[in-house]
């Protein structure tokens, strides 16, 4: 689990990095829905992985389960390494993915706030979503087609915002989304999530549309903020920020399932999200000069 746990989280964050990163070398007008659609693989594969698991794990066990989930995790890293292409010519050397310095732009310092929010909630409820059901009360049935609910709205919410977002702007969609979210997390999932599976599946695909606009979006919006070659410095920074969220979130997070109840959980989700949505304000707002236009395609 260690090996798992600590190659599995560097592979994937190289991957990551470079594939995002590449993407602004091919798109700027559409960049947010290109971001979209290439992040939407990582819905789609996380609505269909736990369904397989739940039968692999009968019918094969834990180890031939995870094993043949990583032949087909390596067959996709295969076609990704053979296609990917860059367009711009390498930089200089001495130039480094994580430059402290970038955090001297305001608008940055706030966004990799928001940033630090987004992945700690996003990532927070994906692993912990299964053993929030469980604390409250809900069957095993529900554990896993909660997560497939979850990531299949996640699927929708990385490609139809960032279609919006090239059109009316990418930090407004971003905001609009975060302020759905908030209320619905605040507003219906903390007085009502637990009670009935209804109301269950209701708020977590509304979550699960929300958090895949911010997965998808945060990183063109950071974008935004530098030169087309400097962005894959923008981004290993602002995401080297977001990586101790990450890192956070579960202990956290599991620590209050297991001391309090399920709705405390959320109510802390709901206050880190308002810190967040306070920061993608605050970062807008820095875009535009400290002049607030509520009209700016931004």
């Not at 290439?38 to 739940?54: E, K, N, Q, Y």
């Not at 001297?104 to 979503?129: N, Q, T």
């Not at 290993?236 to 405390?264: K, M």
């Not at 999200?273 to 236009?293: E, F, Q, T, Y």
Request: overall charge positive.
């Amino acid at each position: 689990m260690l090996c798992l746990g600590v190659l599995g989280g560097i592979s994937a964050a190289i991957v990551t990095t470079v594939s995002i990163a590449v993407l602004s070398h091919w798109f700027s007008r559409r960049r947010a829905l290109a971001s979209g659609i290439c992040m939407g693989g990582s819905s789609a594969g996380g609505a269909i992985i736990p369904l397989m698991l739940r039968t692999l794990f009968e019918k094969q066990g834990w180890t031939w389960a995870i094993r043949i989930v990583a032949f087909m995790a390596l067959g996709c890293y295969m076609v990704g390494v053979l296609l990917v292409r860059g367009r711009l010519p390498p930089g200089s050397k001495n130039r480094v993915t994580i430059d402290l310095a970038a955090f001297k732009s305001p608008r940055l310092c706030f966004l990799a706030v928001a940033v630090f929010c987004f992945e700690f909630i996003i990532f927070g409820c994906a692993a912990l979503l299964p053993s929030y059901v469980r604390y409250s009360g809900f069957t095993v049935d529900v554990q896993f087609y909660s997560l497939t609910v979850l990531n299949s709205m996640s699927l929708l919410g990385r490609v139809l915002p960032g279609f919006a977002a090239d059109l009316f702007g990418r930090f407004n969609i971003l905001l609009a989304l975060v302020v759905i979210t908030i209320i619905i997390m605040a507003g219906v999932w903390l007085p009502y999530g637990s009670h009935d599976e209804g109301t269950l599946y209701a708020v977590v695909a509304i979550f699960g549309f929300g958090s895949g606009g911010w997965l998808s979006l945060a990183p063109v919006c950071a974008g935004q903020l530098c030169d087309t070659k400097d962005y894959g410095r923008f981004y290993g920074t602002v995401y080297f920020v977001a990586s101790f969220g990450v890192l956070l979130t579960v202990p956290i997070g599991g620590q209050l399932l297991q001391s309090t109840t399920p709705q405390v959980l959320i109510g802390f989700y709901s206050a880190i999200m308002l810190v967040g949505l306070l920061s993608v304000i605050l970062s807008r707002w820095a875009l535009l000069d400290w002049s607030w236009k509520w009209k700016a395609k931004v």
